[in-house]
């Protein structure tokens, strides 16, 4: 039994170090979900009720926490009524959610075969709608589409999205480095502010990027201008070295904290590409 003991006293000495651990990673798994949901109003909100009545508490102010305390139960209410399309993403994430799925990405040379057929759809003024999941399970997305489970190649994808075929309106979704299905129908996106000149592909990107954590890449029927939409944003009318580039740090294993601090050091660049906030 003395192994035991050994065992129990490593423990005790390991204890705090894995309870901070895994507090630290439970908050900024949190956090991260505020952020790619735009649910950090309601939390800006919270906190400063909070902060309110906590000075009407310290400094014993009666009627303010008189009113606070009436007032209390119906702002809950009011702030679950306002807030209720990020509540419902901030669910559908928890419940799609998995941190510890496996790598999805697509290699270099899929990648590669895939920004091809959008360069040549964007010549030909073709529409193409691809999506690339990350870590959020979109099976029901899937299935909404027909079942290729065919290997990446840029003609297959040109002939998919060059004609008007039954599968052309629809968007592909490429799934552990396979055309896993195509006609695939996505959310449009709830968001009020997007320009009246973008069409159903862009709010569709657009929508998916907002309930989910998939990189979807555009190619726009009328102008031919190539998009990416993630993070509940639209980037708009990107060069191919940039779509290359942003693609390969998103899609990379571990490389979406990365990638977000990418987004604030841009500069000018991000300025020209960010259409929508």
Known sequence: MAWFYQLLEIYDRVRPVLDV?????????????????QALQLVKGAGFLALVYGLAFLFNLTTLRWVLNII???????????????????????????????????????????????????????????????????????????????????SLIVAIFEFDGPLHDGAMVIHHGKIAAAGCLLPLSEQQDIRKSFGTRHRASLGMSE????????????????????????????????VTRKLKELLDKGSRKEADQNDNNAGAAEEREEVLT
Do not use: W
């Open 21 to 37: 651990a895994i507090l630290a990673f439970l908050l900024y798994k949190g956090y991260e979900l505020l952020v790619k949901t």
């Open 211 to 242: 309930q989910s954590d998939a990189v979807t890449l555009v190619v726009s029927e009328e102008t031919g201008a190539v998009s990416l939409a993630y993070d509940s944003k639209l980037y708009y009318d990107l060069t191919t070295t940039e």
């Open 72 to 154: 209390g139960p119906g702002l809950f209410i009011a702030i679950a009524i306002v807030f209720q399309p990020e509540l419902r993403k901030i669910i559908i994430r928890l419940g799609q959610g998995n941190f510890f799925r496996p790598d999805t990405k697509p290699r270099i040379g899929q990648l590669d075969a895939v920004i091809t057929a959008a360069e040549m759809l964007s010549q030909r003024r073709r529409g193409m709608l691809v999506v690339f999941p990350r870590r959020i399970n979109i099976k029901n997305v899937i299935e909404t589409g027909t079942r290729i489970n065919a290997d990446i190649s840029s």
